[in-house]
Nanobody
Framework: QVQLQESGPGLVKPSQTLSLTCTVSGGSVTTTYYAWNWIRQPPGKGLEWMGV???????YYNPSLGGRTSISRDTSKNQFSLQLSSVTPEDTAVYYC?????????WGQGTQVTVSS
C-alpha cells in the first residue's frame, strides 16, 4: 500500500522560496505510468493543481503560477520535491502531494504552509 508524506517548513517569509518534499513508501516514483503531483488549497478556496513529475522524470506546471514552480525527484530516496519561488501571503495554503494513476488515488495528509514576515 503506497503512502505519501509531505515535509518542510510551516512558515516562509515573503519573497523567499518555499520547499517541500514528499516521501513515497510502499511504491516507487519510477513505476511506469504513475505521476506525482503537488496540489494546494488556500484557506476558503478550492484545490489548485500546481504541477507534476512523471515516472520518467518529465514535468508539467500550472501556468497560472507564473513560472515560479519547480518539481524534482530523488530516486535514491524515493522522494519528489516542490520549490515555489518569490512567495507572497497568497501562497499560504495546505500543500498536498498526490499520486495520479487514472485519477488521484493516493494523497498525503497535507502540510500547512504560511507565508508571513
Amino acid at each position: 500500500q503506497v503512502q505519501l508524506q509531505e515535509s518542510g517548513p510551516g512558515l516562509v517569509k515573503p519573497s523567499q522560496t518555499l520547499s517541500l518534499t514528499c516521501t513515497v513508501s510502499g511504491g516507487s516514483v519510477t513505476t511506469t505510468y504513475y505521476a506525482w503531483n503537488w496540489i494546494r488549497q488556500p484557506p476558503g478556496k478550492g484545490l489548485e493543481w500546481m504541477g507534476v513529475i512523471g515516472y520518467d522524470g518529465s514535468t508539467y506546471y500550472n501556468p497560472s503560477l507564473g513560472g515560479r514552480t519547480s518539481i524534482s525527484r530523488d530516486t535514491s530516496k524515493n522522494q519528489f520535491s516542490l520549490q515555489l519561488s518569490s512567495v507572497t501571503p497568497e501562497d499560504t495554503a495546505v500543500y498536498y502531494c498526490a499520486r495520479d494513476f487514472r485519477g488521484y488515488d493516493t494523497w498525503g495528509q497535507g502540510t500547512q504552509v504560511t507565508v508571513s514576515s
